[in-house]
T-cell receptor
Framework: KQEVTQIPAALSVPEGENLVLNCSFT??????LQWFRQDPGKGLTSLLL?????REQTSGRLNASLDKSSGRSTLYIAASQPGDSATYLC?????????FGTGTRLQVFP | DARVTQTPRHKVTEMGQEVTMRCQPILGHNTVFWYRQTMMQGLELLAY????????DSGMPKDRFSAEMPDATLATLKIQPSEPRDSAVYFCASGLVRDGVPSTDTQYFGPGTRLTVL
């Protein structure tokens, strides 16, 4: 059974820092991996999707990498801003279902 | 701007009452998912449909939960009778799957229904 874990569970940093959020999964047979952002009381917004054949994806200040063989993905946030404060969730696609990690709650203070 | 819509956004009810949540998937998407989010369990998949047919509802308590797709534009999740432990945020998402392979497009999530059962 696929299990997805995220470390750390919470992170509080000053504005401007570069951040790394970690995601690990137990079964490397995945179609893709996604990183989502969730703001308090809101739904999920997809940030990046990495196909299983890809190693990384970039969008603005965000960069996500994927190492299927080791069952790991990282989300790199450059020059963090207070507006980045949210919960970040990674999810792997197992056939056509998303299996979510536990999330990392990020707070960026001015 | 296509999006998934859910109604109601908030629901407060008493234990034992029936609750119905509705979802309108993005037009053209053939797969609809129901998730539940709690502080303790995180996001869990309850059930999902492909071309309106249920594919997997193993995450759903069968004795009280039921999910249907009366037509391609409407998915419903019903709880009867509701219990306090059902209090959670329920998300609907839709996506496109072709030939059993997920589209390169992502799943799109609705804003959720926050359910409180007293």
């Amino acid at each position: 059974k696929q299990e997805v874990t995220q470390i750390p569970a919470a992170l509080s940093v000053p504005e401007g820092e570069n951040l790394v959020l970690n995601c690990s999964f137990t079964d490397s047979a995945i179609y893709n991996l996604q990183w989502f952002r969730q703001d308090p009381g809101k739904g999920l917004t997809s940030l990046l999707l990495i196909q299983s054949s890809q190693r990384e994806q970039t969008s603005g200040r965000l960069n996500a990498s994927l190492d299927k063989s080791s069952g790991r993905s990282t989300l790199y946030i450059a020059a963090s801003q207070p507006g980045d404060s949210a919960t970040y969730l990674c999810a792997v696609t197992d056939t056509d279902k998303l299996i979510f990690g536990t999330g990392t709650r990020l707070q960026v203070f001015p | 701007d296509a999006r998934v819509t859910q109604t109601p956004r908030h629901k407060v009810t008493e234990m034992g009452q029936e609750v119905t949540m509705r979802c309108q998937p993005i037009l053209g998407h053939n797969t609809v998912f129901w998730y539940r989010q709690t502080m303790m369990q995180g996001l869990e998949l309850l059930a999902y449909f492909r071309n309106r047919a249920p594919l997997d509802d193993s995450g759903m308590p069968k004795d009280r939960f039921s999910a249907e797709m009366p037509d391609a534009t409407l998915a419903t999740l019903k709880i009867q009778p509701s219990e306090p432990r059902d209090s959670a945020v329920y998300f609907c998402a839709s996506g496109l799957v072709r030939d059993g392979v997920p589209s390169t497009d992502t799943q799109y999530f609705g804003p959720g229904t926050r359910l409180t059962v007293l």
